[in-house]
């Protein structure tokens, strides 16, 4: 089983519950630093059986030809003395679980009168809205919305593999709140007025 542990435990920890990492040798348990600050390094960190890891490591060296460490010689130290996990429960988490909770305010208030209903926030970095009278696909809501400069991600693209169509699968947009909080206030107020239109 292949596990993407990009927002997980034990870092970056941008879950907003308490869980314990699991791990075993039918597991490849895969994460990234770049959740804790640093994006533009993309390193990823493989915990699975050594002969995977090898495998993995080779056709890494294959595909990306020359990889950087960076990220790896910022991090080593971090690991050795429990720095990552002290930013990653400390800072990283409590930001962006202080984000949801102001875009769950904004949602609440802009979109009060309309029929919808927002999953529960759990961590990562995005909320989840389903809007169950919606009249149009989320793909012709993202149309809409794209034209306003406000973008999201139509929630059918993660229900795939469905054997029989699922109202719901089309009725869930996606939206992130790791932008700057007037960023998502308005495009949370835009995302209002654009189904209040509907």
């Known amino acids: 089983m292949i596990i993407d542990n990009a927002y997980g435990a034990p870092f970056p920890q ?4 308490d869980i314990k ?3 075993d040798e039918n597991i490849i348990l895969s994460m ?5 600050g640093l994006p533009s390094t993309r390193t990823g960190i493989i915990v699975a059986k050594e002969e995977i890891i090898q495998a993995m490591a080779s056709v890494n060296a294959i595909t990306s030809l020359s990889t950087g460490s960076l990220g790896q010689v910022i991090t080593y130290p971090m690991l050795k ?3 990552l996990l002290k930013i990653s429960r400390e800072v990283v988490k ?3 679980q202080k984000k949801s909770i102001k875009a769950l305010e904004w949602v609440d208030f802009y979109l009060k009168d309309l029929p919808y209903k927002a999953h529960i926030s759990e961590g990562a970095l995005f909320l989840w809205l389903w809007f169950t009278e919606l009249p149009i696909t989320t793909v012709e809501l993202y149309q809409r919305l794209k034209k306003k400069k406000v973008l999201v991600i139509p929630g ?3 229900f795939y593999g469905l054997e029989e169509p699922w109202d719901h699968s089309d009725q869930c947009i996606r939206i992130t709140y790791s932008q700057s909080e007037e960023v998502v206030e308005q495009g949370i107020k835009i995302i209002a007025e654009t189904l209040r239109e509907l």
């Open 32 to 36: 990234s630093l770049s959740k804790i």
């Open 14 to 17: 941008i879950l907003f519950q």
């Open 94 to 96: 409590p930001f962006y």
């Open 81 to 83: 003395d429990d720095r």
């Open 21 to 23: 990492p699991i791990w």
């Open 156 to 158: 059918k693209y993660f």
